[in-house]
């Protein structure tokens, strides 16, 4: 009878039968030749040692920067068994809560004049926010590159 989990709360099942004992043997017998008795539990509740604290993260956040190298970041918390915040966590094991992202060199654009003019423009493009003029102008080079991918992709159908 083995425990369901490694650690903390788990469950035990076992099989129960009835069975006749005989001068030499046991005999398996039909379950309702039993029924006159108290059966036995099948399952029981086992609690092992504690899991202890676990660190947990959340997803990674949209990258900063669509080229030149931007940073995303998560949120990491360690809690314990019952999800609440804990220190008992190992640090060496500590997930990184932020790294870069989009280290390629930007494209550079055709007209001088189409520049993002704010850092966030991946975030613009991923509202699909350059169908308004004041988003298509301050994220003009993000907006013109997507625009273009669409264009080139309608175009092969």
Request: glycine content about 4%.
């Amino acid at each position: 009878m083995q425990c369901s989990v490694e650690c903390g709360s788990g469950t035990q099942q076992r099989e129960v039968i009835c069975i006749r004992k005989t001068e030499s043997s046991f005999e398996m017998l039909n379950p309702y030749e039993c029924a006159h008795l108290q059966r036995p539990p099948s399952q029981q509740s086992c609690e092992l040692k504690p899991c202890g604290a676990k660190w947990f993260s959340t997803e990674w956040s949209t990258c900063s920067k669509s080229c030149e190298g931007g940073f995303r970041v998560r949120e990491v918390r360690c809690l314990s068994d019952e999800m609440t915040p804990s220190a008992k966590c190992e640090s060496q094991l500590k997930p990184e809560e932020k790294e870069t992202c989009n280290t390629q060199d930007c494209v550079p654009e055709i007209d001088e004049n189409c520049k993002d003019k704010y850092y966030n423009c991946n975030v613009v493009v991923q509202a699909r926010l350059c169908v308004y003029t004041y988003y298509k102008t301050a994220c003009c080079a993000s907006c013109l590159r997507v625009a273009n991918r669409q264009s080139g992709f309608l175009g092969r159908r």
